[in-house]
């Protein structure tokens, strides 16, 4: 039975994608998202049941299942160097590659697969609505199905070459979808942006990759992960273990939009409101937090690395947050939220610790639900006026769009953190993990690494950054409070800009029939609205069973998987400054007030900071981007002076100028060819008669 679904969860939408892109312009039409939508509901039907039956047995105790599907490569004698200290295929192993492509289910590949095809089926039905009158209808369900494939045989993949592999498949799918509308020169920019940024961290994964073969002499999980394996490199070399887990970090905040490789994500904006949804909350950018988790055992052992995941997330969890206060333009005020939630997620992953790594993929999942259920909105906000959605321009929406009214309150609470709803549960378990870190005698459960480390040692670990371990988890928690409260703040913000702030406004793009969205995109809103309210009701009170469930999977944390309960003291501290953003949002928000004009002038240095994303978009092109223009057009000087003027063009040209010498004989004259043969015939006859004397 397991067999069969782990098959058939890619099967479904790779079949879809195939189909459409090869009758959907001629025959489907219209109904181009009718393939998808199934692909993806029954691939969302065979992730859950593939969740339920992966429990664990006396023949499976980890409650994994791998299904080999065709031997890819296999190298037996490798020219690989010798280099102290690295050793080609480890200590005593060999050097050789064999790759299979395999498909590997656990119970976290489930859960991700669970929430990634769901999500994924309600944005295919919400886009048959916004996308109706697109010309290229049928083109967008093709790419989606193919991202949805990608992305589904990246979190089934067995080893670290083949997610490399569908790793790249992604990035080329988000590349297609943010450029869909290629006409308008923002998105095929966007577009391009997005693919060069991740092109940057991928080089710092696949340098990971290559070092994991060369060190451990195989890039499947079941051999790297293994802890004596993880175990004897660390004790060999602990500087290589921190190397690679830094190279596939540096992966994952490409692909995570992590700073300082964040700038993408907001003008990934330009594409369809859908891939939004669907970038921002399901598959891309969830992809690094998924390979950060995946490789828990190697960073366990490397807490230079699990300090360094943690401070990085910190920073872009606050950075994005302080630039979501003052942007207008609502789908990007949710693009750095994302940005920052991810950031969220980072800060619990690297704590290294059961409750920071499942509190981690807890709130990846919550986040899916009502980050989507926000961006649709959001698109529904777009679709009654008229492509307009610059909050300046509308306000006072909620009478004339009731439904979305309610269903984006319900995600704007879960994202503010607010109990019972989904986010309230998630977000405060990562900060009750990063508490622990900072007050591990206070812990109600000390949680001891896979190293042995007790409790006074790690309190007297001095990180990477010249700080106590405690002490700096302890900075980075109270970091973490103050970003809840402004998540609280810009999130209710955006939405009281939106719904209230005044009588009714309508932008001249709506016309004069502005009117809720239709059935078909309200639907799936309040579908996910159930998901952001109840998640958190359903397993926030388990979050030890969730954890539990997932240390199965995760090596170093199976020994330490023990229930335990959300930490109150947190969870309190975290709803009352939650509260208190909400509260100066509807100060100051709520009706048209002149609060906001008079705060921004009082703050006008930050301000500006703010509004302009604090410039990193400019000093990268001051630093980056002009330097290589400049060093490009170095480089085509030199290619049309040197290759194309001195080797190709100059090259060609010898034979014509050796042609040119004799040319002058050839003058069409008599007497000069008679006069030449007698010369010939006088040189001939001299040289016959020296020869005989």
Not at 36 to 56: D, E, K, R, W
Not at 242 to 258: D, E, N, V
């Amino acid at each position: 039975m397991a067999d069969f679904l782990v098959r058939a969860i890619p099967l479904f939408p790779l079949l879809a994608c195939l189909f459409v892109a090869l009758v959907g312009a001629r025959w489907l039409k219209d109904k181009s998202h009718l393939p998808v939508a199934l692909a993806c509901g029954l691939s969302c039907a065979c992730a859950v049941l593939l969740l339920f039956s992966l429990s664990p047995s006396p023949s499976n105790p980890s409650g994994q299942k791998t299904v080999t599907l065709y031997q890819w490569m296999q190298v037996t004698e490798p020219v690989v160097a010798d280099i102290p200290p690295y050793q080609p295929g480890g200590a005593g192993g060999s050097p050789g590659l064999d790759a299979q492509i395999a498909l590997r289910a656990d119970s976290l590949s489930a859960t991700m697969l669970a929430m990634l095809t769901f999500v994924a089926t309600l944005v295919v039905i919400y886009a048959s609505g916004y996308m109706h009158d697109d010309r290229s209808y049928w083109r967008f369900f093709a790419i989606v199905a193919l991202f949805v494939f990608s992305m589904i045989m990246l979190v089934l993949s067995a080893s670290f070459l083949q997610l490399f592999v569908f790793w790249e498949a992604v990035g080329l799918c988000s590349y297609l979808l943010i450029g869909f509308w290629y006409e308008k020169p923002e998105a095929a920019a966007a577009g391009m942006k997005a693919f060069v940024v991740n092109r940057i961290g991928d080089f710092g994964f696949a340098a990971g990759v290559f070092l994991i073969w060369v060190t451990f002499g195989s890039t499947d999980f079941a051999k790297v992960l293994d802890a004596s394996a993880v175990a004897e490199v660390a004790q060999r070399n602990p500087y290589l273990l921190t190397t690679i887990c830094l190279c596939l970090f540096t992966g994952a905040i490409g692909k995570s939009a992590q700073f300082p490789l964040h700038v993408w994500l907001p003008d990934a904006m330009e594409g369809p409101t859908p891939v939004s949804a669907l970038i921002h909350a399901a598959t891309m950018v969830t992809a690094g937090v998924y390979l950060v988790a995946r490789c828990t055992p190697l960073y366990q052992l490397s807490p230079t690395a699990q300090a360094f995941v943690s401070v990085i997330g910190c920073i872009t969890a606050l950075l994005a947050a302080l630039i979501a206060l003052t942007q207008t333009d609502l789908k990007r005020v949710l693009a750095y939220s994302t940005v920052s939630q991810l950031g969220f997620m980072f800060l619990g992953l690297g704590t290294g610790s059961l409750v920071g790594v499942g509190g981690a993929m807890f709130h990846l999942v919550t986040h899916a639900f009502f980050k989507a259920l926000l961006f649709l909105g959001a698109g529904s906000v777009m679709h009654a006026m008229g492509g307009v959605i610059d909050m300046r321009e509308f306000r006072g929406l909620k009478k004339l769009m009731p439904q979305t009214h309610t269903t984006f309150l319900v995600g704007a609470l879960a994202l503010a953190g607010l109990p019972p709803l989904s986010g309230f549960w998630s977000k405060d378990t990562i900060l009750g993990a990063v508490y622990e870190q900072a007050h591990p005698h206070h812990a109600a459960v000390a949680t001891d690494d896979a190293a042995g480390t007790t409790a006074s040692e790690a309190s007297s670990q001095v990180t990477p950054f010249g700080m106590p371990r405690t002490s700096l988890y302890n900075l980075l928690y109270w970091l973490g409070t103050f970003t809840a409260f402004l998540t609280a703040f810009y999130t209710f913000r955006a939405f009281f800009l939106t719904f209230y702030n005044g009588p009714e406004k309508i932008p001249h793009a709506a016309g004069h029939h502005a009117h809720e969205s239709p059935a078909v995109m309200c639907r799936p809103l309040w579908v996910l609205s159930v998901g952001a309210a109840l998640l958190g009701l359903l397993f926030g009170h388990l979050t030890g069973v969730f954890d539990g469930f997932l240390g199965r999977t995760i090596p170093g944390l199976a020994e330490a998987a023990h229930e335990h309960g959300i930490n109150w003291t947190v969870a309190l501290v975290s709803t009352l400054v939650a509260l208190a953003g909400v509260a100066l949002a509807w100060v100051m928000y709520k009706e048209e007030s002149p609060i906001p004009a008079r705060v921004a002038a009082l703050a006008g240095p930050f301000t500006r900071l703010s509004e302009q994303r604090f410039y990193l978009d400019e000093v990268y092109k001051l630093l980056v981007v002009r330097p290589l223009e400049a060093l490009s057009q170095v480089s085509r000087f030199a290619d049309w002076l040197l290759v194309d003027g001195a080797l190709v063009t100059g090259v060609s040209r010898i034979p014509s100028l050796l042609g040119q010498l004799p040319r002058p004989i050839q003058n069409g004259l008599v007497q000069f060819y008679a006069l030449a043969m007698m010369l010939a015939t006088a040189v001939l006859m001299w040289a016959l008669l020296s020869k005989q004397t």
